[in-house]
T-cell receptor
Framework: DAGVIQSPRHEVTEMGQEVTLRCKPI?????LFWYRQTMMRGLELLIYFNNNVPIDDSGMPEDRFSAKMPNASFSTLKIQPSEPRDSAVYFCASSQDRGRISPLHFGNGTRLTVT | SQQGEEDPQALSIQEGENATMNCSYKTSINNLQWYRQNSGRGLVHLIL?????REKHSGRLRVTLDTSKKSSSLLITASRAADTASYFC?????????????FGAGTRLFVKA
């Protein structure tokens, strides 16, 4: 099992540019979560999907953020336009049952720096 | 804030000593989990305790849950230098309408060899 795979590992971009983060969940998991981690705010849940359908996006900070899950093996988080305050580590995680009984499995994250 | 509360924020101990971390939350929960994060890596699941359980063991880990006080603790016995990491509690809340797993702010543990 390859685990949750995120790409890229690091992204450096200039303010105003579009950023796309990618995630491949563990095969067979039906829930996918996007988290953001910063020193100031810790780990924040941005959005989660169940069976490819967005269930709760109340944590998405602004309309500049959007997430899609076109199929069970791929999800993207897009920021357009990016701002310096978006700099953080973005984690994707997957689970078998929305975390109700089964734990979340995390990828190694994408460290985003917006200058 | 989405977060639960954890204390201490940081803990420094000698190898061989026990480490205790505490977590509190405010809502009803389905389960409570503890995760570990090494620097520059993703979180790794350690142990899950359901809301109707009071104590659980896994190797050198012992977790307790007190739903009346809305609190949990993680005990690492006979700590090792390799246990140096950040530890997070996470609680799953919600019902069939939607579930969320919310993370605490974490405790940074440093084990001195």
């Amino acid at each position: 099992d390859a685990g949750v795979i995120q790409s890229p590992r690091h992204e450096v971009t200039e303010m105003g540019q579009e950023v796309t983060l990618r995630c491949k969940p563990i095969s067979g998991h039906n829930s996918l979560f996007w988290y953001r981690q910063t020193m100031m705010r810790g780990l924040e849940l941005l959005i989660y999907f169940n069976n490819n359908v967005p269930i709760d996006d109340s944590g998405m900070p602004e309309d500049r953020f959007s997430a899609k899950m076109p199929n069970a093996s791929f999800s993207t988080l897009k920021i357009q336009p990016s701002e310096p305050r978006d700099s953080a580590v973005y984690f994707c995680a997957s689970s078998q049952d929305r975390g109700r009984i089964s734990p979340l499995h995390f990828g190694n994250g994408t460290r985003l720096t917006v200058t | 804030s989405q977060q639960g509360e954890e204390d201490p924020q940081a803990l420094s101990i000698q190898e061989g000593e026990n480490a205790t971390m505490n977590c509190s939350y405010k809502t009803s929960i389905n389960n409570l989990q503890w995760y570990r994060q090494n620097s520059g890596r993703g979180l790794v699941h350690l142990i899950l305790i359901r809301s109707n359980e009071r104590e659980k063991h896994s190797g050198r880990l012992r977790v307790t849950l007190d739903t009346s006080k809305k609190s949990s603790s993680l005990l690492i016995t006979a700590s090792r230098a390799a246990d140096t990491a950040s530890y997070f509690c996470a609680f799953n809340t919600g019902n069939t309408g939607g579930f969320k797993t919310i993370f605490g702010a974490g405790t940074r543990l440093f084990v001195k060899a």
